[in-house]
């Protein structure tokens, strides 16, 4: 039985083109790119190169983008970074309920050490209005921080109406863009974003290496301190086999993103009206519009998410109750609470996030299994029998 991974979200496999990019930089090309040496030269070189590309796939320069650890790392150092580096202007900073832990943790922690956060709420098809983040912002706001597209429910953001209100008013912008980096077109002056952050594990490259992109004149600390790397700005050794993978990666994506969001598109809207078709009382979660092109999430009622994926696990299907940092976690995703899913439906949501090796035949076969497995779940379910 061939197995379907349908987790994208989550992480995706490294392209093979990416593979062969970084090998060299294991053992041959070993250097260190501060050292002044010929090794330490064309590490340098393949960092340069890299940085390059990453810049010119965002429309930034390359001075302006700043590799870290991780997209958790590249958020962290966003929300750290620029309210350390502006307390003289104030200690307020905006951010969403549906924000990934990525950004909720560490602006709870600000909160701890006495910043004041205020979380704005998304409506029902989780998107968040500029006037609700305009409405939010005092003369104290620093920074506002909102997703570019939401990992559970797939919803995109008017992040360009938002960060152009916000600048309006004097503050600086930030995007996790985690997960439409790669996926759909991100280009920061059209999004009119201060500060972005991006992960290469989300598109096709190696996990442990992401990116914050901090426009030129934005007032930032460094977040890790210790040596003078990325000019003053990140201390520690580069990861040169892992940035030379988010260069390549990005490379590849700018060259297949259109025709790719476009198969997916196709592919996420055979799913979704297949679901809806072949099963009663689901219900999509996320815009059905506004929302990438490779997400699919919905509820079941009367059924656990977590039985639904043991069973297609068991089935060699690969999906997800939402993120891979929550999954495994009895608590309702907060994303779904803050849409106002009823407790009932959080529980009995599953998502399905589709691929560059996606192929119509793994959609087919979910939507023949699929039912199936509702069908034995719900016969099990005492509530389910009771309603008409
Ligand atoms: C929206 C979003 N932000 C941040 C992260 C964290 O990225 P990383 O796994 O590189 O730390 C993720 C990963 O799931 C994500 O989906």
Redesign the pocket.
Same mark, same amino acid.
């Given at each position: 039985m061939e197995k379907i991974y349908f987790d994208y979200?989550?992480t995706t496999p490294a392209d093979p083109q990416v593979l062969e990019a970084m090998k060299p930089f294991f053992h041959e090309n070993f250097g260190n790119p501060s050292s002044i040496h010929s090794f330490g030269r064309e590490a340098r070189g393949a960092m340069d190169d890299a940085r390059q590309k990453v810049s010119s796939f965002l429309g930034a320069r390359p001075e302006e983008i700043i590799f870290t650890s991780? #997209?958790?790392?590249a958020?962290n150092f966003a929300l750290f970074g620029v309210l350390w580096a502006n307390a003289a202007k104030g200690n307020h900073v905006v951010t969403t309920a549906i924000e990934?832990h990525?950004?909720l943790e560490p602006a709870r922690f600000l909160e701890k050490l006495g910043y004041k956060v205020t979380s704005v709420r998304p409506d029902k098809d989780g998107i968040v209005h500029p006037e609700d983040i305009a409405a939010a912002m005092t003369d104290q706001t620093v920074l506002v921080s909102v997703?570019h597209a939401?990992?559970e429910i797939g919803t995109i953001q008017p992040i360009k109406e938002i960060a152009s209100l916000v600048k309006e008013k004097g503050a600086y912008m930030h995007t996790?863009a985690?997960?439409t980096v790669g996926h759909i077109p991100v280009n920061v002056d059209d999004l009119h974003v201060d500060l972005l952050?991006l992960?290469a594990?989300?598109f096709y490259g190696p996990k442990g290496v #992401?990116c914050l992109y901090v426009r030129k004149g934005t007032r930032i600390a460094p977040f890790l301190r210790g040596g003078g790397q990325e000019r003053h700005r990140r201390a520690s050794t580069e990861n040169i086999p892992g940035i030379v993978g988010c260069g390549k990666a990005l490379e590849i994506c700018s060259r297949s993103m259109a025709s790719e969001a476009a198969e997916q598109t196709r592919l996420r809207d055979k799913l979704m009206a297949g679901v809806q078709k072949k099963i009663d009382r689901v219900y999509l979660n996320g815009h059905a519009v506004q929302r990438l092109p490779n997400n699919v999430n919905f509820s079941v009622e009367y059924i656990e998410g977590e039985s639904m994926l043991l069973n297609l696990d068991m089935l060699g299907v690969a999906a997800s109750t939402g993120?891979?940092?929550t999954s495994g976690d009895l608590e309702p995703s907060h994303v779904l609470l803050s849409i106002g899913r009823p407790h009932e439906l959080c529980h009995g949501s599953i998502r399905l996030t589709l691929g560059r090796y996606t192929r119509e035949e793994e959609i087919d076969r979910f939507l023949d299994v699929f039912p199936k497995i509702v069908a034995k779940l719900r016969a099990m379910s005492p509530l389910y029998d009771k309603k008409p």
């Amino acid at each position: 039985m061939e197995k379907i991974y349908f987790d994208y979200a989550a992480t995706t496999p490294a392209d093979p083109q990416v593979l062969e990019a970084m090998k060299p930089f294991f053992h041959e090309n070993f250097g260190n790119p501060s050292s002044i040496h010929s090794f330490g030269r064309e590490a340098r070189g393949a960092m340069d190169d890299a940085r390059q590309k990453v810049s010119s796939f965002l429309g930034a320069r390359p001075e302006e983008i700043i590799f870290t650890s991780s #997209g958790t790392e590249a958020d962290n150092f966003a929300l750290f970074g620029v309210l350390w580096a502006n307390a003289a202007k104030g200690n307020h900073v905006v951010t969403t309920a549906i924000e990934h832990h990525a950004v909720l943790e560490p602006a709870r922690f600000l909160e701890k050490l006495g910043y004041k956060v205020t979380s704005v709420r998304p409506d029902k098809d989780g998107i968040v209005h500029p006037e609700d983040i305009a409405a939010a912002m005092t003369d104290q706001t620093v920074l506002v921080s909102v997703m570019h597209a939401n990992n559970e429910i797939g919803t995109i953001q008017p992040i360009k109406e938002i960060a152009s209100l916000v600048k309006e008013k004097g503050a600086y912008m930030h995007t996790d863009a985690v997960q439409t980096v790669g996926h759909i077109p991100v280009n920061v002056d059209d999004l009119h974003v201060d500060l972005l952050s991006l992960s290469a594990h989300k598109f096709y490259g190696p996990k442990g290496v #992401g990116c914050l992109y901090v426009r030129k004149g934005t007032r930032i600390a460094p977040f890790l301190r210790g040596g003078g790397q990325e000019r003053h700005r990140r201390a520690s050794t580069e990861n040169i086999p892992g940035i030379v993978g988010c260069g390549k990666a990005l490379e590849i994506c700018s060259r297949s993103m259109a025709s790719e969001a476009a198969e997916q598109t196709r592919l996420r809207d055979k799913l979704m009206a297949g679901v809806q078709k072949k099963i009663d009382r689901v219900y999509l979660n996320g815009h059905a519009v506004q929302r990438l092109p490779n997400n699919v999430n919905f509820s079941v009622e009367y059924i656990e998410g977590e039985s639904m994926l043991l069973n297609l696990d068991m089935l060699g299907v690969a999906a997800s109750t939402g993120s891979a940092c929550t999954s495994g976690d009895l608590e309702p995703s907060h994303v779904l609470l803050s849409i106002g899913r009823p407790h009932e439906l959080c529980h009995g949501s599953i998502r399905l996030t589709l691929g560059r090796y996606t192929r119509e035949e793994e959609i087919d076969r979910f939507l023949d299994v699929f039912p199936k497995i509702v069908a034995k779940l719900r016969a099990m379910s005492p509530l389910y029998d009771k309603k008409p």
